[in-house]
C-alpha cells in the first residue's frame, strides 16, 4: 500500500513542481519576447508595409498588456484566494490561451511581416529561433505548454518555404527544417532530467520523513527508558537507603563471627547496589550540566590511599595483585571529588575485567604534568570496540561481544565525562590477550597552594550532642535514621512530614543545630520549602542537608541552584555523616 500510495503522490508533486517552474519563468518568456519582438519590428521597418507593422505589432502590444493582466491577477489571487486548486486550474487555462496567442503572432509574422530580402529574411530566423529557444528554457519543463506555445509558430514555416522558395537559400530552408526538431528533442531530455531531478528530491525529502519519524521514535523510545530508570531507581532508593543505615547501625552491637561475616557480605552486596545508584545520579547530574568543577591543589597520596583500601579486599577475594605506585609528593590542580571518581571508575572496571594477573594504578611527574595510569592484565579490548567502551550502557565480554560483567555499563562513560569536564582528557591503550592502560594527564599543584588546601581541611566539626531536626514521611527511613544519628551521639528530633516538623519548631527553645530533611514531603510541600520556612521560624541560617531520592534532569538542577548541601539515596552512612559535619563546619 505504501508504494502506489507514495508513487502517487510524488506524480502529483512532481507535476506541481513543474508547474511552478513554468510560473516562475514566465516573467523573463514576456520580457525576452518583447524585446525581440521590437528589434524584429525594428528590422522589418522598411521592408514591410505600414499595415503590416501596425497590425502585427498591434497583436504583439494585445499579448502583452494580457501577459501582465494574468500576471497580476496570479499576484492577487495567490494573496486572497483560499481554494488555490481552483485558482491553479483557472490560471493555467488562462496561460495556455496567452501561449496560443503568442505562438500565433509569431507564426504569422511568417507571412505578414515576411521581408522580401534574403538579409531580412536571416533576420526573421533569428527571431523565430531566439523565440523558440526563450520557450525551451523557461517553459521546457511541461510539455504542454511548449508545445502549445511552439506548434502555432511553426506551422506556416513549410507554407513559407514554398512560397518563397526562390528568395530563400538552401541552407536557411535546412535550417528551419532542422532547428524545430533539435528544439522539441532538447524539450523533450530536458523534461525527463528535471522529472528525474524533481522525483529524486521528493524521495529524498521522504526519505528524511522517514529518519526524522524513526528518530522521534528512538527519542520516545529514550525517554521511555530514562523515565523507566528514574521511576525504578527513585522506588528501590528507598529501602536501600534503609538498608544502608539499619547495616551501619549494626557495629553498634555485639554480633557473634558468624553474624558480623553475614552483615559484612549485607554490605558489601549493598555496596554493590549503591555503586549502580551512583552510576545513574552520576549520568543525570552530567545530563543536567549542573557538575562544575572546583579546582584546587589536592594530593594523589590521600586519594590513592582511600581507593587501595577500597578496592584492595575486592582484589583479595579475586586473587588479583593491586599494586599502587605514587610519590608522596605529587599534588595536582583538579576537583578532588571529580578526580576520585575518576580513578574508582577505572580501577573497578580493571578489576571486573581481569580474572588472572595485576591491576597496577601507577603516578608519575613528567615536567609540569601528573601522569596517572590504570593498567591491567586483562584480555584486552580489540580497536574496534575502543569507541564503544566508553558508551552508556555499554558493556563488552572478555571474548570482544555485548554483555560483559554485572553493572550498567556507565563507568567509563563516566570516567569520559568527568574527564572531558576537566579537561583533562582519558586515553586508551590496548592490545588483545595483553591488557588495558587508562591515563590521565594533569597539572601539577605548586607546593604553596598544597600547604593551604591541606590546613584547610584539618578541621572536622563533632556530631556529639548536637540538635538534629530529622524529617522524613517514610518510617522506616526515619527510624532507621533516628537510630544511626543516636548511635553517633546527636539528640533527634524526628518528624514524618511538614507541618509535624514545624509544629516541633514551634515548641522548641533553642534552635536546631542541624536540619536533615527529605525532599518529597507530599504533593504540594518539599524539603527545601520547609528548610526556607524553618531559617525564617528562628531568623537563622540554619545548617541543613536535603536527601532526595529524585534524579530527575531538573530536580539535580533545582538541587545545584539551591545553596544546600544535597544527598542522593540510597546514602552510606559514613557520607551522611560527613556532610553533616560539613554542614556544621560551615557555620
Not at 523557461?138 to 522558395?165: D, M, N
Request: aromatic fraction near 6%; charged fraction near 20%.
Amino acid at each position: 500500500m505504501q508504494g502506489p500510495h507514495r508513487t502517487s503522490k510524488h506524480q502529483q508533486l512532481v507535476e506541481a513542481q513543474r508547474y511552478h517552474y513554468a510560473w516562475r519563468s514566465f516573467p523573463l518568456f514576456v520580457a525576452t519576447f518583447t524585446a525581440g519582438a521590437i528589434l524584429e519590428l525594428a528590422s522589418a521597418w522598411q521592408a514591410s508595409t505600414a499595415l503590416q507593422i501596425a497590425v502585427w505589432s498591434g497583436f504583439g502590444l494585445a499579448c502583452l498588456l494580457w501577459a501582465l493582466w494574468i500576471l497580476r491577477d496570479r499576484h492577487q489571487s495567490s494573496q486572497e484566494s483560499s481554494d488555490r486548486q481552483s485558482a491553479s486550474a483557472k490560471e493555467e487555462k488562462q496561460l495556455q490561451a496567452l501561449l496560443l496567442a503568442v505562438g500565433s503572432l509569431v507564426g504569422l509574422g511568417w507571412i505578414g511581416l515576411f521581408p522580401a530580402s534574403e538579409r531580412h529574411a536571416v533576420s526573421f530566423v533569428l527571431f523565430h529561433t531566439g523565440y523558440l529557444l526563450i520557450s525551451l528554457l523557461c517553459l521546457g519543463s511541461l510539455k504542454r505548454l511548449f508545445l502549445i506555445a511552439t506548434v502555432p509558430a511553426l506551422l506556416p514555416i513549410p507554407a513559407v518555404l514554398i512560397l518563397y522558395q526562390e528568395m530563400i537559400g538552401l541552407p536557411l530552408q535546412a535550417a528551419m527544417i532542422l532547428i524545430p526538431a533539435v528544439m522539441l528533442g532538447f524539450q523533450r531530455r530536458l523534461e525527463i532530467m528535471i522529472t528525474e531531478l524533481l522525483e529524486l528530491r521528493f524521495s529524498q525529502l521522504d526519505l528524511l520523513d522517514d529518519l526524522q519519524a524513526q528518530r522521534d521514535a528512538a527519542h520516545q523510545a529514550n525517554l521511555a527508558k530514562s523515565s523507566f530508570l528514574a521511576t525504578a531507581s527513585h522506588d528501590l532508593r528507598q529501602p536501600m537507603h534503609s538498608l544502608n543505615l539499619y547495616l551501619a547501625s549494626t557495629a553498634a552491637y555485639p554480633l557473634s563471627d558468624d553474624l558480623r561475616d553475614m552483615v559484612k557480605r549485607m554490605q558489601q552486596c549493598a555496596g554493590y547496589m549503591n555503586e549502580m545508584f551512583d552510576s545513574l545520579l552520576d549520568i543525570a547530574r552530567l545530563d543536567a550540566q549542573v557538575i562544575a568543577p572546583r579546582i584546587e591543589a589536592i594530593s594523589l597520596q590521600s586519594i590513592l590511599l582511600r581507593l587501595q583500601s577500597e578496592f584492595q579486599t575486592i582484589a583479595d577475594a579475586r586473587a588479583i595483585e593491586l599494586r599502587f605506585s605514587a610519590a608522596s609528593s605529587l599534588a595536582v590542580l583538579s576537583d578532588a571529588g571529580m578526580l576520585e571518581r575518576i580513578l574508582r571508575n577505572l580501577i573497578s572496571n580493571a578489576l571486573k575485567y581481569t580474572r588472572i594477573g595485576t591491576v597496577q594504578v601507577i603516578a608519575k611527574q613528567r615536567g609540569n604534568r601528573v601522569r596517572i595510569a590504570v593498567i591491567d592484565s586483562g584480555p584486552g579490548i580489540p580497536r574496534t570496540l575502543r569507541r564503544r567502551v566508553f558508551e552508556e550502557f555499554a558493556r563488552v565480554r572478555e571474548d570482544g561481544l555485548a554483555e560483559g560483567p554485572r553493572g550498567f555499563g556507565l563507568g567509563l562513560a563516566i570516567a569520559r565525562r568527568l574527564a572531558d569536564t576537566l579537561s583533562i582528557g582519558l586515553r586508551l591503550r590496548s592490545s588483545a590477550f595483553r591488557g588495558s592502560s587508562f591515563c590521565i594527564d594533569l597539572p601539577t599543584a605548586p607546593f604553596a597552594q598544597l600547604k593551604l588546601s591541606l590546613d584547610k581541611s584539618q578541621t572536622t566539626a563533632s556530631l556529639e550532642g548536637q540538635l538534629v531536626l530529622v524529617v522524613d514521611d517514610d518510617l522506616e527511613v526515619l527510624t532507621a535514621m533516628t537510630l544511626m544519628l543516636t548511635l553517633q551521639g546527636c539528640r533527634i528530633l524526628a518528624a514524618g512530614g511538614f507541618q509535624e516538623a514545624l509544629q516541633q519548631c514551634e515548641r522548641m527553645h533553642n534552635k536546631p543545630s542541624l536540619l536533615v530533611c527529605d525532599y518529597a514531603l507530599g504533593l504540594e510541600k518539599d524539603g527545601l520549602q520547609l528548610i526556607e520556612h524553618i531559617r525564617e521560624e528562628f531568623n537563622h541560617d540554619i545548617p541543613a542537608v536535603l536527601i532526595t531520592g529524585d534524579t530527575s534532569a531538573e530536580h539535580v538542577a533545582l538541587f545545584a541552584r539551591s545553596g544546600v548541601e544535597v544527598l542522593h539515596k540510597p546514602v552510606h552512612p559514613d557520607t551522611m555523616i560527613q556532610a553533616m559535619r560539613r554542614a556544621l563546619q560551615e557555620v
